[in-house]
């Protein structure tokens, strides 16, 4: 088993809607489904679908998993808060506190003394400029014949230089190389919406990164489901979020997931938890078998609290 | 139901320059209103450059291939935005509505390249605008083109074009209506990226199954199309001819991404006119 660092730079806006109907809200992070499927549909447009069944079946077996994507400022790496730890050392103020969402690398896992806030991030070093900007614009269809118009609004992310988004990516030795060029394709296509307007378009670098060991307390760093041997009572501090959207699918109109409610970045849990990846074939759906990811992944965190 | 396995073959990567022979005035809304600022500002980027979004050239082009094509026909045509008031008279309807043109046709050539919507619509089957519901399920495919934005190359636009503009990039032009009784004036300012400007554009279009270099094709001549039309608003009045010039094609099969060989240079032409299928 390896694991990768892949850093993310985007090479055009991205756009991630999370409410339905609503072009002009995107969210600015990744979640783990999401790079998931991505990477499952690139996967099956290089090797086929016979090829790809398999490459789900080791995901299921747990030989490869994916975390979501947050952001990176250079080389510094944020990690999502993790539910209930405190930080009252680092700021002086318990309101400005609250609103940390994501926390640097360095403070979480190193011993660094200085931190600044900006936004809702906790930094190593003091940043002047924004990390992203989300920008909303107007675009318009235009009747073919009267030249009658519609407008509407999207937003986009936008990130600025040496800013982008990273995941872990966990995988066995002889899938990697697939994986590899499954994300290579991605960053061709694009991930997120509005990509046949050159949206979510990336640039890639994958970086090995040791493995810990799972302890006690661990840090979630993907969206998760648990199955039905992940005992609740593992569940230390958590954060629900309901996950809805539509399935991707080359092959079908337009479908519905169905929704989820799955346990957030950040939260903590104790021991090996699993999570699973739920069979979310719809009815009159025949073309192809579709999964909701929930696998967890964990890194080790050492907090008293 | 069908169902037939879709493997991608490869990527056309289609970079060229767009010049502009006349002022292009792509819009967008002011977020302030400001003392003697321009009324129609233009779209710019987050460093405050203009550029040419992809959905304004994706869009274009599109519209361009329906009606060269002969696609805004009874039974083709679909309302993208559905009639607001339900009204009974079916004129009434067809005033509000937003027409384009999506089928059903397993080879159309616009609908294969630039994409259909899998939602549900309403096809028009008559002059009198009657609809019918579409169904799309037998012919669903990935969409085929990828048109980026396409950033402004700053060396285009010349120091002394800059001492002639009223803003770094963009230049602003006044307009006037008259009455026609006692002419008396209306102006109105419209901001423009000025001609001679230069646009680097690319697009990719993606290679499934058998379709060789039918596509590709396709597109280029909708960029013949609009070299003869115009690009943004205004276009009546002169705005936005555009050029397409030193267009290189290159071809990126599957092994690019499995195996990391390079791409493959297919073409490169000086401007449109040169390029014969």
């Known amino acids: 088993m390896k694991r990768f660092r892949i850093k993310l730079k985007f090479t055009s806006p991205l756009h991630i809607g999370y409410k339905e109907g609503a072009f002009n809200l995107t969210e600015t992070i990744i979640h783990s489904d999401t790079i998931f499927s991505g990477i499952i549909n690139c996967h099956s447009l290089l090797y086929g679908k016979d090829k790809t069944d398999n490459l789900i079946n080791e995901a299921i077996n747990g030989n490869f998993k994916v975390s979501s994507a947050f952001y990176y400022i250079n080389d510094e790496y944020l990690y999502p808060r993790p539910v209930g730890m405190n930080f009252k050392k680092y700021v002086d103020d318990f309101?400005?506190?609250?609103?940390?969402?994501?926390?640097?690398?360095?403070?979480?896992?190193g011993n660094t003394k200085e931190a600044y806030l900006?936004?809702?991030?906790?930094?190593?070093?003091d940043m002047k400029k924004n990390v992203y900007n989300v920008r909303e614009r107007p675009r318009s269809t235009l009747d073919r014949i009267t030249n009658a118009s519609n407008i509407f609004y999207t937003s986009t992310c936008v990130f600025n230089e040496d800013c982008g988004l990273w995941f872990f990516m966990d995988a066995k030795d002889y899938i990697i190389e697939e994986i590899i060029s499954s994300i290579k394709l991605l960053g061709d296509e694009g991930i997120g919406g509005d990509r046949t307007y050159g949206y979510g378009q990336f640039e890639f670098e994958p970086l090995?990164?040791?493995?810990?060991?799972?302890?006690d307390k661990n840090l979630l760093l993907s969206l998760c489901i648990p199955n039905e041997k992940d005992k609740v009572e593992d569940l230390i501090f958590y954060n629900i979020v309901e996950r809805g959207g539509y399935i991707y699918s080359n092959y079908s109109k337009v479908k519905r997931h169905s929704l989820f409610r799955m346990i957030q970045e950040g939260s903590i849990v104790k021991g090996d938890f699993k999570g699973c990846i739920i069979d979310d074939t719809p009815e009159d759906f025949n073309y192809h078998k579709v999964y909701k990811y929930g696998r967890a992944f964990l890194i080790p965190l050492?907090?008293?609290g | 139901m069908k169902f037939k396995e879709i493997s991608l073959k490869g990527k056309y990567i289609i970079d060229a320059k767009i010049e502009l022979l006349t002022g292009l005035h792509v819009g967008t809304a002011g977020n302030s209103l400001d003392i003697g600022g321009v009324d129609n500002p233009v779209i710019k980027d987050a460093m405050g450059k203009p550029y040419i979004p992809g959905s304004s050239l994706k869009g274009k082009l599109r519209s361009l291939m329906e009606f060269y094509n002969n696609k805004l026909v009874?039974?083709?045509?679909?309302y993208t935005v559905e009639p607001k008031n339900d009204d009974k008279e079916n004129k009434e309807r067809a005033k509000s509505g937003i027409r384009m043109h999506l089928c059903n046709d397993e080879n159309c050539e616009v609908c294969n390249l630039f994409g259909r919507n899998h939602g549900n619509h309403k096809v028009i089957i008559n002059n009198n605008g009657d609809t019918d519901d579409l169904n799309l399920e037998d012919v669903i495919q990935p969409t085929r083109l990828i048109v980026r934005d396409a950033s402004l190359d700053e060396s285009s636009i010349t120091k002394e074009m800059q001492d002639n503009m009223d803003f770094d990039y963009t230049e602003v032009k006044f307009e006037n209506n008259l009455d026609r009784i006692t002419s008396a004036a209306n102006p109105r300012q419209t901001e423009r990226v000025p001609a001679g400007a230069k646009f680097n554009c690319s697009f990719v279009i993606n290679v499934y199954n058998d379709d060789n270099d039918t596509y590709l094709k396709e597109f280029l001549t909708a960029l013949k199309l609009l070299e003869d039309d115009y690009l943004g608003g205004q276009g009546s009045r002169g705005y936005g001819q555009v050029k397409?010039?030193?267009?290189?094609?290159?071809f990126r099969d599957d092994n690019y991404y499995k195996q990391g060989q390079e791409d493959k240079k297919m073409y490169e032409y000086k401007e449109l006119s040169e390029v014969k299928f």
């Open chain 1, 95 to 109: 309101k400005k506190e609250k609103k940390i969402n994501y926390v640097s690398e360095e403070i979480l896992f």
């Open chain 1, 118 to 125: 900006k936004d809702n991030m906790l930094l190593k070093k």
């Open chain 1, 208 to 215: 090995e990164h040791y493995i810990e060991d799972i302890k």
């Open chain 1, 302 to 304: 050492d907090w008293e």
């Open chain 2, 74 to 78: 009874p039974n083709q045509v679909v």
């Open chain 2, 244 to 250: 397409f010039k030193d267009i290189v094609i290159r």
